[in-house]
């Protein structure tokens, strides 16, 4: 009989329509591959090298203010500009936005970039954050969200953290990023028509039926509170990758209400803390928020929700790599996310570097 546990097998997803093949009993085989070196985690709470500290020099020369909570600036070295001139290069063979468009085609994209330091503690996480501190954290973002998304050239804004080295971090200051985008990027694009041809089909929020499922299975359940739920989804590529869903149907982070955004940094902390627990390391991870786009419609299909990447997989030292069959054909796992999901769950929510807290 067919066993998702223990056979090959390919799941879809429905937000991106696309396929990850399932390799289960892959767990089995020896590792002779790349180990990384462990991250030495002491850091002090300021840094005066550190061009994220309060009071500190960026590398422009601008000078920090000296912040109690949270801090934000446009990025130093902005991947997007407001002020590029509109314009297109297409070579001659097809027309732009035609059914067969120019083998050569490029345009221009505007934008902004920021950057949210969440604490001016340098030697702090998200884990090791409190939840009033990462409330805080919740409310920029929905703020930021709102003024960028306001400003008439923003089609969309996404929010996101790149946590450690391993995932290209090049500060360990707390802190993410806001890039604020004219176009929908491509996976957001994805999400949208997904969504919206759903809706349309069933009258229902797709993440909301999905989290319903869940709910009803407990399989893959991490962690969960009144409003919001983490769980590795059924179709998740990275070892320990895991969705946070909201548990009402609302399309932005401004949408929350006081007491959802309490609940959003409550299962955040609680989900990196167990990501920290699980190998007893600061986990690495890049964890971004889909919502609603700015363009100006309605868009009435799209239910908020974060995707967490980490890409540790044996320990904190073997990683997963996406490279040969994942690069060429598509994305590969050996771990299911059910037992993925078992291990997180059986983790304690106490970090485990407090050495304060009552057990």
Known sequence: MFSLTDHPHRRYNPLTREWVLVSPHRTKRPWQGQVEQSAHEQRPPYDPTCYLCPGNARANGAINPQYEHTFVFTNDFSALLPDVPSGEYASSDGEPGSAVPPLLYARSERGICRVVCFSPRHDLTLAE????????????????????????????VQIF??????????????????????????????????????????????????????????????????????????????????????????????????????????ILKRLTTRYDNLFQVSFPYSLGFHQRPTDGA??????????????????????????????????????????????????????YRDTTASP
């Open 298 to 351: 309605p868009h009435p299909a799209w239910h908020l929700h974060a995707h967490a990447y980490p890409p540790l997989l044996r320990s904190a030292t073997v990683r997963k790599f996406m490279v040969g069959f994942e690069l060429l054909a598509e994305a590969q796992r050996d771990i299911t996310p059910e037992q993925a999901a078992e291990r997180l769950r059986a983790l304690p929510e106490r970090h």
């Open 129 to 156: 954050m409190d939840v009033p501190a990462i409330t805080r954290v919740v409310d920029v973002w929905a703020q930021e969200y709102e003024e960028l998304g306001a400003l008439p050239f923003i089609g969309y």
């Open 161 to 266: 953290e790149n946590r450690g080295a391993m995932m290209g971090a090049s500060n360990p200051h707390p802190h993410g990023q806001i890039w604020a985008t004219e176009r929908l990027p491509l996976t957001i694009m994805r999400e949208d028509v997904a969504q919206r041809d759903y809706l349309e089909a069933t009258g229902r929020s797709l993440l909301a039926d999905y989290l319903t499922l869940e709910l009803e299975r407990e399989e893959r359940l991490v962690v969960v509170n009144d409003h919001f739920v983490a769980l590795i989804p059924f179709w998740a590529v990275w070892p320990f990758e895991t969705m946070i869903i909201s548990r009402r149907h609302v399309g932005a982070l401004s949408d929350l209400t006081p007491e959802e955004r309490s609940g959003l940094a409550d």
